[in-house]
């Protein structure tokens, strides 16, 4: 037992997780929309696309508490101080609780009224109800992290294949799109129940349902700050890439998106890639820092830099030997897109890698204010100079507008670190 207590410790089993979550996640992303495209359509495939994006906001119900409070329980266990983080972890499912239960009334309240009868708006309610449950799904998976245990990732992972798996039949014998968001909801009750029956021994459920309002303000006001910056990189992405997708849609034109899409996806595997190792290490590098632990994190540190020089490295070129094939197969009607610029948006998502290392270091033990805050300004910044610079240089230059990001950042990243990583020789 003490070795699998280790390995959790070290990162390895939440690394193996995370790179087969990201392999499952690859194929089921291209065979599901392949399938539903195939039997519904490219307009109604639209429409399932649409309803998915309008309640994305819903991803951001957890209020970055999973990233910021997690941290802050593993501190504490490293203090010998575990009965205070678990009475945090109660204070932070009392609070996800309250939120779903005041998500999923407002959906009652509305189906009531008769809002969301037709089509598209019972599609968006059940897909709204999968989203709040999904929450309840990742706050258990968090709960285990902050114990330093990969079973609530591995409950994660069984639910995103489970789910995938009810599209897949579901698209294959031609369920409308209703009835395929009621099956997530299905599939993800099952798992948020089996989630929360792993961890009874990690929190008292007792508690967790025992109503006390000045515990949830408490909570609120202890944490709210640490876990909205936390928000700042998915909230960047979405005003970066969303955003470029809606400017460059409506002046430029569709067909430029569509390529830029294709582009994003097809060098992505690199983002996904260094975002599976960093994440996967990131519970093992808070416990090291709190504890103090100094030979350990150099142990973490040289661990990961090596798997992602390797990693990295091999994935490169895997791309460049295979870039005739994606060409073939991804830009076949494909007009502004060659080689050269493909190669140039691969170094620019590679020029992400160093910033968001160091960036770890920051994010595990909730020193991230002033990252997290320049992550945003550099979004901003990045998504308003991108229209003119594509004016001038069409795809290489939104490559060349998400670099001006990573240079922002990456001084910020590493002056910051360098504190942190205490006996840092770098």
Same mark, same amino acid.
């Given at each position: ?24 996640? @690859? +194929?089921?992303? !291209? ?5 539903? #495209?195939?039997?519904?359509? $490219? /307009?109604?495939? *639209? ?84 989203? @709040? +449950?999904?929450? !309840? ?5 968090? #709960?285990?992290?902050?114990? $330093? /245990?990969?079973? *609530? ?274």
């Amino acid at each position: 037992m003490k070795k699998i207590s280790d390995k959790y410790k070290s990162g390895e089993a939440f690394i193996i997780l995370r790179l087969f979550y990201i392999a499952v996640m @690859i +194929i089921f992303q !291209i065979v599901i929309p392949v399938l539903l #495209i195939g039997n519904f359509g $490219l /307009s109604n495939y *639209g429409k399932w696309v649409f309803a998915f994006s309008a309640v994305s906001f819903l991803n951001f119900m957890d209020f970055g508490f999973y990233n910021s409070v997690v941290n802050e329980v593993i501190a504490l266990r490293a203090a010998k101080k575990s009965s205070q983080g678990q009475e945090i972890l109660e204070s932070m499912s009392k609070f996800i609780m309250v939120v779903a239960l005041f998500f999923l009334a407002i959906i009652i309240i509305l189906r009531l009224i008769g809002i969301g009868k037709g089509q598209n708006g019972s599609l968006i309610l059940w897909l709204a109800v999968a989203a @709040i +449950i999904q929450i !309840i799904i990742r706050m258990n998976e968090a #709960i285990s992290r902050a114990n $330093l /245990s990969a079973n *609530g990732f591995m409950i994660l992972l069984i639910s995103y294949i489970s789910e995938s798996c009810c599209l897949v039949i579901g698209a294959i014998n031609n369920m409308n799109f209703v009835n395929l968001a009621i099956l997530l909801v299905i599939s993800r009750i099952f798992y948020s129940i089996l989630g929360t029956y792993f961890n009874r021994a990690r929190i008292s459920l007792f508690r967790v349902l025992r109503v006390n309002t000045c515990e949830y303000l408490t909570f609120v006001r202890n944490n709210l700050k640490k876990g909205v910056l936390f928000l700042a990189v998915p909230i960047g992405n979405l005003l970066l890439f969303d955003g470029s997708n809606i400017i460059l849609g409506t002046f430029v034109s569709k067909e430029f998106v569509a390529e830029l899409s294709i582009l994003r996806i097809s060098t992505g595997i690199i983002r996904q890639f260094s975002s599976a190792v960093l994440t996967s290490y990131s519970p093992a590098i808070s416990h090291a820092i709190f504890s103090r632990d100094q030979d350990n994190l150099d142990k973490l540190r040289k661990r990961m830099r090596f798997i992602l020089i390797l990693g990295i490295s091999l994935l490169s070129i895997g791309l460049l030997i295979a870039v005739q094939f994606i060409f073939e197969h991804l830009f076949v009607n494909a007009s502004l897109t060659t080689i050269p610029v493909f190669i140039i948006f691969l170094s620019s998502v590679i020029l992400d890698v160093p910033w968001n290392f160091r960036a770890t270091f920051l994010f595990a033990v909730n020193e991230h204010a002033e990252i997290a805050k320049k992550y945003m300004i550099s979004s901003i910044i990045a998504l308003i100079v991108m229209y003119p610079l594509v004016a001038n240089l069409g795809l290489i230059g939104v490559a060349v507008s998400f670099s001006i990001q990573d240079f922002m950042l990456t001084r910020t990243a590493f002056r910051s670190s360098a504190k942190i990583m205490y006996n840092d020789k770098e």
